[in-house]
């Protein structure tokens, strides 16, 4: 069961270098073991190109490689990306509707460091 969806910090693999970028659009799923991918609603959303062989797949754009993959004993595809977690927890700061929009300003600008 997927609890939400949102954009994730990542980095691709392209040429013995790693470069940072985001996906959007991901669904958090906790209960799976493996983080999946869809080729076909990236063609179709985004505009890339999908090349496959016996051995690799490579994700285009522009006719540019955004990132590779090796193909696995199950036959699926590993593509050379790493998600990239947050150093420090976010914090978030919830107000209920019967809250002014005034009392939690007053809150809020007398402290200086969190919520």
């Given at each position: 069961m997927?609890?939400?969806?949102?954009?994730v910090n990542i980095e691709i693999k392209i040429s013995s270098k790693w470069e940072?970028?985001?996906l959007t659009e991901v669904w958090y799923v906790?209960?799976?073991?493996?983080?999946?991918?869809s080729i076909s609603q990236t063609?179709?959303?985004?505009?890339?190109?999908?090349?496959a062989s016996?051995?690799?797949?490579s994700l285009l754009r522009d006719d540019r490689v955004c990132t590779k993959g090796i193909r696995t004993v199950h036959g699926l595809y590993a593509l050379e990306m790493r998600v990239l977690y947050p150093e420090?927890?976010?914090?978030?700061?919830?107000?209920?509707a019967?809250?002014?929009l005034q009392l939690w300003h007053?809150?809020?600008?007398?402290?200086?460091?969190?919520?």
């Amino acid at each position: 069961m997927a609890y939400g969806h949102g954009t994730v910090n990542i980095e691709i693999k392209i040429s013995s270098k790693w470069e940072r970028h985001h996906l959007t659009e991901v669904w958090y799923v906790p209960d799976i073991s493996r983080n999946l991918f869809s080729i076909s609603q990236t063609l179709k959303k985004k505009g890339f190109k999908f090349q496959a062989s016996k051995e690799e797949c490579s994700l285009l754009r522009d006719d540019r490689v955004c990132t590779k993959g090796i193909r696995t004993v199950h036959g699926l595809y590993a593509l050379e990306m790493r998600v990239l977690y947050p150093e420090v927890s976010a914090e978030v700061c919830v107000a209920s509707a019967d809250q002014s929009l005034q009392l939690w300003h007053e809150r809020l600008s007398s402290k200086q460091d969190s919520c």
